[in-house]
Nanobody, 116 residues
Framework: QVQLVESGGGLVQPGESLRLSCEAS????????MSWVRQAPGEEREWVSS????????TYIDNAKGRFTAYKNNAVNTLYLQMNYLTDEDTSVYYC?????????RGQGTQVTVSS
């Protein structure tokens, strides 16, 4: 059974940092390209970043370039998102969904709130 557990969110002030984690189990994590997406209340889901199977290359939404770094640790089946210089526009619930053998899975998400 595919399981994804996101964590690391919280309440921070503009300009601060957070590191999100996504612990994966139930599938061969090393063989899958993993992504971060986010969804704010009343908004559409927004893709944030993707990391290829071996950890590179990574891709980012334009407003995350230079601020966010996504990476995988295949040894511990965990995806990370280091977020620096956070702004209120980053406030959202962050998820790490994956499609395994045609079946979509995601965790409960982790809330990131940026507010002064």
């Amino acid at each position: 059974q595919v399981q994804l557990v996101e964590s690391g969110g919280g309440l921070v002030q503009p300009g601060e940092s957070l590191r999100l984690s996504c612990e994966a189990s139930g599938f061969d994590f090393t063989a899958y390209r993993m992504s971060w997406v986010r969804q704010a209340p009343g908004e559409e889901r927004e893709w944030v970043s993707s990391v290829n199977t071996g950890g590179t290359p990574t891709t980012y939404i334009d407003n995350a370039k230079g601020r966010f770094t996504a990476y995988k640790n295949n040894a511990v089946n965990t995806l990370y998102l280091q977020m620096n210089y956070l702004t209120d526009e980053d406030t959202s619930v962050y998820y790490c969904p994956v499609n395994v053998l045609g079946k979509h899975a995601r965790g409960q998400g982790t809330q990131v709130t940026v507010s002064s």
